[in-house]
């Protein structure tokens, strides 16, 4: 059911009009942290209080510009919105504390433009969570990438230049060689550009050239580059040079979540998952992005500098949350989602971890950290939580992901074996690339000759934030119900979603479901003939 | 009187007095003395000239394609010559362009014209006389006249005004819009012997022989291509950018060269149908030519102001990528573009008037970080940028993606073909931004700059705002050339309709 509220668009203007009133109070350090604080609270609770409305089903709309027929800025709060706005509005909050912490610890300059800019990038990820169709997915995908320039280049010295220069590079390059000439060929094909209100269905026409539909899906796949899918991910780490909460925030949760955010968000409402299964889209992306998981684990091997690690963490986790959709199975994509909320978290956690070891020790590399969790055990205990819930092991978050995409894999037809494996070995990677920086710190040897004078704990203003990230990465994965009622309303169990079946005579005809049935939940009454031809002759079970 | 045209029935002739009203406003500043009271003067009139072009847009009758507020005088009745004013919704926007952008240039003009000033306005108010007169005149010969006489002070304003090389810029300008011109009056005549009448409606949908229509569009084309200026004519336009002084500048980016693309839609189309698709191919290819042509050597300008000179031939690619596709996206959006280049584009060049006006220099090196000293001006300088490289939410995005649309719908290859132009407008624009904002690790001493004055933001101001107003609300200005648009199409459509052999050959250079 839709409803038509202007809320949507009050929690985004929430962090514009913060960010334009930080700006203005430059000189007052206090009152402008407290703006930004302000601003954060206020969009949580804006968005916190759409929480019924969603889990009741609903839809809230809000159009603000209509530029085109079938072009407008129109925002949507559903429930797959909400995964990634509750995440990314909550976590804002903790990080204008950590952020606080950090830049007055380090006496970084500019923090005016760094906490104006900060606001402007969430301003641009809540615009993308809320967008409801892709040109407004694209607008604010822009925005996003423009923002947060100046925060890549916070130091303003060469290394940072060269970083910040691949990173405008790289996202606007394939967003604009990409995402753009697909836009418009989809807006030529249908006449708009709205995304599907389920996520089977899609948004094309029956009859439309298949090769063309699977050419649009590669442009969309990787013209989201911020997704960090191989071979567009190398901004990434050149990222990495901004200040720790801007690589925390942004790029652990708001950035890179936006472009995987976009990417799923355009799989399963703009192709669907009819299409995607009907075209034989869903497996090959799978093991494209499994490439990913485990190279991106294997570089991430290699680095020593915390940091960087983390980077390549961030790069074979994305893949995930893009593998399980691409299974196309309920569970599997389920699994996919709900790493966008346990990713952030505990990514989050460890990048803040980061930070406090940088501040606190002025230390970059893990090979210079053993012991060093003796003297600060709060921020290594979190990391050490965090580690494990990228490993994927219990009680932590991470494990529902790898339980959800393990059974997800499971319920496919055939090809899952691949995935099995890919599954297991980037779990051991992880272990491997994790494990070790948490137990040298506790249990390992201090380097030759190095005392950590004068090193202490964290300041409280990072260490309280990063235990409240570190202890949601645990109540998220003992209590995973919260957020899977909102991933539950994305994939009903009412809603039989076609196995991907590989068809040696050649792929199925590409037959799309009939458009613009109800919403998914009121879908259930006659699920063989709502879901179209695909789903028939796959004898699809359903999903739970 | 004329079946093409409605007459004006506002109780004053409106589009003379738009004509006549810079022409006589120029006169006083060639009596009076004083320079403060000739800028002052300047501006007034433009002002007027813009508040009474105000009505065109509200009275515009949005439901016919036939020319509106006409007047028809009989001028010369031995050769049927006559002075016949009438506006579509392809002109109309284009004249309340250039009423928009004229006040503007008198204010970039204010400090930067120490010497010469009295002269100098009076050159820019006669200019606008010719070039409201251009978009305006229904008869040939007034065209023409019209068309001429716009060289002239244009030649003075770079000749005079201008930078170190304004010689060799100011003669290449000239020779080569002559030389354009010249071939322009040939199909003039050609049509006049054909058709025994100079009113431009009138040679519409005549039965003209295929050669014939052939060599008058080429003859069309290659003044109106010089005019554009469409790859590979479009040598004369950097020197000239670079050596006119800020209002020159903004006149020939924002509306000189929309004469060109205006001549495509007024002329090449309706008058050589059969030819236009003829050569439709062609066209593309060149304007896509174009597009990555500007775009890369933008890419590789350290002077500012051919950077955007350079970015100009791109943008002015996607203009005739869109008419040339022959359909409603493509030419709405082209027409669009042309309104949005004007905007963008004159705000850019008037941007970087400011720049050379503190550091008298227009190189990049030289401008690096000055964002930390003007941060008003870096915030205009960024928001025109994303503008001029097609952000979404601003007016080039919707120009851009119209004519992408119709481009797709026409051929998927040649749509997919200007997209690296697209990435390239980012590379550049964005690469200009950053060093102006930001510059490197050691920028130039910059802490002696001041910021925009009132008078500066005031210039920039109103550009801005139609910078985000059809960037979201692009309504109001596609209303009005809708029935304009589909007429034309029309009238192409119909020679098209007989000449499938034409699209046959036509199918062979793009691939669909």
Not at chain 2, 99 to 119: A, D, E, F, G, N
Not at chain 2, 215 to 232: E, G
Not at chain 2, 245 to 272: D, E, N, Q
Not at chain 2, 382 to 396: H, I, K, R, W
Request: glycine residues 8%; charged residues 10%; neutral net charge.
């Amino acid at each position: 059911m839709e409803i038509a509220s202007c809320k949507p668009l009050y929690a985004v203007l929430a962090a514009l009009i913060g960010s334009i009133l930080v700006s203005m109070a430059g000189r007052k350090p206090n009152f402008r942290e407290g703006l930004s604080t302000v601003a954060a609270v206020i969009m949580f609770l804006i968005i916190a209080s759409m929480v019924p409305d969603v889990l009741a089903g609903k839809m809230l709309k809000c159009m603000v510009f209509d530029i085109l027929p079938g072009l407008s800025v129109t925002f949507r709060v559903d429930a797959f919105s909400m995964i990634f706005a509750l995440a990314a509005s909550f976590l804002w909050i903790i990080a204008v504390f950590y952020s606080m912490g950090y830049m007055r610890g380090l006496h970084e300059h500019a923090q005016t433009r760094f906490n104006t800019c900060f606001a402007l990038a969430l301003f641009g990820a809540i615009g993308v969570a809320f967008a409801d169709n892709l040109f407004t997915l694209y607008l604010f995908y822009e925005i996003v990438s423009v923002c947060t320039y100046p925060l890549v280049a916070h130091h303003q010295d060469e290394e940072g230049y060269m970083g910040a220069r691949k990173y405008i590079v790289y996202l606007t390059t394939t967003a604009k060689g990409f995402v753009l000439p697909a836009m418009i060929l989809i807006y030529v094909l249908t006449g708009s550009l709205d995304f599907a209100t389920n996520i089977s269905t899609g948004i094309f026409p029956p009859g439309v050239n298949s090769t063309l539909v699977t050419i649009l899906y590669i442009c969309c796949i990787f013209g989201f580059a911020k997704n960090g899918i191989m071979p567009f991910h190398h901004w990434l780490p050149g990222a990495m040079v901004a200040p720790t909460p801007v690589s925390a925030l942004l790029h652990a949760v708001a950035v890179v979540k936006v472009g995987v955010f976009s990417t799923t968000r355009v799989m399963l409402y703009v192709f669907g998952v009819d299409t995607m299964s009907a075209l034989n889209l869903g497996i090959p992306t799978a093991y494209f992005v499994s490439f990913t998981i485990l190279m991106a684990s294997i570089i991430a091997l290699s680095k020593d500098n915390l940091k960087s690690r983390l980077a390549y963490s961030t790069v074979s986790q994305l893949s995930y949350i893009i593998l399980g959709v691409a299974l196309l199975t309920p569970t599997a994509i389920e699994g996919g989602l709900i790493h966008i909320t346990n990713h952030a978290f505990s990514k989050i956690t460890l990048f803040f971890c980061a930070g406090a070891i940088y501040v606190a020790s002025h230390k970059k590399n893990i090979s210079e950290m053993g012991g060093l969790g003796r003297t600060m055990p709060f921020t290594f205990a979190a990391f050490g939580i965090a580690s494990l819930s990228m490993i994927g092991a219990p009680p932590v978050a991470g494990f529902v992901t790898k339980w959800k995409l393990l059974v997800g894999t499971m319920e496919m037809e055939a090809y899952y074996v691949g995935i099995l494996l890919v599954l297991l070995a980037s779990t051991l990677l992880n272990a491997a690339y994790f494990a070790p920086v948490t137990y040298k710190a506790f249990f390992g040897k201090r380097p030759a000759g190095e005392k950590y004078e004068g090193v202490k704990e964290a300041p409280l203003s990072m260490v309280i934030p990063i235990m409240i990230a570190a202890i949601i990465s645990v109540l998220i994965g003992i209590f995973p119900g919260f957020m899977m009622k909102f991933v539950d309303r994305v994939t009903p169990d009412n809603v039989a979603v076609a196995m991907p079946q590989y068809n040696p005579a050649g792929a199925p005809p590409f037959i799309p479901s009939v458009k613009g049935h109800g919403a998914p939940a009121d879908s259930h009454e006659a699920p063989a003939e709502s879901h179209g031809v695909p789903a028939e002759t796959n004898g699809a079970p359903p999903g739970h | 009187m004329h079946d093409f045209l409605i007459m004006n029935t506002l109780g004053y002739p409106i589009l003379s007095l738009l004509v006549f009203l810079p022409l006589a406003g120029a006169i006083p500043l060639l009596i009076l003395k004083n320079d403060e009271a000739a800028k002052y003067w300047s501006l007034f009139i433009t002002l007027v000239i813009a508040l009474v072009s105000l009505p065109l847009y509200f009275k515009f009758d949005r439901t016919t394609a036939l020319y509106q507020f006409g007047e028809s005088h009989t001028w010369i009745p031995m050769w049927d010559i006559n002075y016949t004013l009438g506006i579509d919704g392809i002109s109309l926007l284009l004249i309340l362009l250039t009423t928009l952008i004229m006040p503007l240039c008198v204010l970039c003009s204010w400090r930067y014209i120490t010497t010469r000033v009295r002269p100098f306005f009076a050159c820019l108010l006669i200019m606008e006389t010719s070039m409201l007169g251009v978009f305006m005149a229904l008869d040939f010969v007034l065209f023409y006249i019209l068309w001429e006489a716009m060289l002239i002070p244009m030649y003075l304003l770079i000749a005079i005004w201008g930078g170190p090389r304004k010689i060799y810029a100011s003669i290449k300008f000239f020779l080569y819009t002559l030389a354009g011109s010249v071939l322009l009056l040939v199909a003039i005549i050609a049509l006049y012997l054909e058709n025994g009448t100079f009113s431009i409606p009138l040679m519409m949908g005549q039965d003209y022989s295929s050669v014939f229509q052939i060599y008058v569009f080429l003859a069309f084309f290659l003044a109106f291509a010089i005019k554009v200026p469409m790859f590979p004519f479009h040598t004369w336009l950097p020197a000239a950018h670079v050596e006119a002084p800020t209002a020159g500048s903004v006149v020939l980016a924002s509306v000189l060269l929309k004469m060109g693309t205006y001549g495509f839609l007024r002329f090449c189309l309706p008058i050589t149908p059969e030819a236009s698709i003829f050569f439709m191919p062609y066209i593309l290819w060149l304007s896509i030519a174009g597009i990555i042509y500007g775009g890369f050597t933008a890419l590789a300008q350290s002077d500012m102001k051919k950077l955007i000179a350079y970015s100009s031939v791109g943008h002015m690619g996607f203009v005739t990528l869109g008419i040339f596709v022959f359909n409603v996206h493509g030419i709405e959006g082209a027409i669009l573009q042309m309104i949005n280049h004007g905007v963008t584009t004159g705000a850019l060049f008037i941007i970087v008037g400011m720049i050379y006006e503190r550091t008298h220099s227009r190189e990049l090196a030289l401008a690096a970080g000055v964002g930390k000293f003007m941060p008003i001006y870096v915030t205009f300088l960024g928001f025109f940028s994303l503008s001029s490289l097609a952000f979404p939410g601003t007016n080039s995005f919707i120009g851009e993606f119209l004519v992408l649309a119709g481009a797709f719908s026409k051929s998927k290859i040649i749509a997919a073909c200007a997209i690296p132009g697209a990435v390239l407008a980012a590379a550049y624009m964005l690469r200009m931004l950053q060093k102006v904002v930001w510059g490197g690790e050691k920028n130039p001493d910059q802490s002696y700059l001041q910021d925009l004055n009132v008078r500066e933001i005031i210039t920039l101001a109103p550009l801005l705002i139609f910078v985000l107003w059809i960037g979201l609300n692009p309504a109001p200005f596609l209303d009005v050339m809708h029935t304009s648009v589909a007429n034309l199409i029309q009238q192409v459509g119909i020679a098209g309709a007989d000449q499938q052999s034409l699209i046959e050959i036509a199918k062979l250079v793009i691939p669909q």
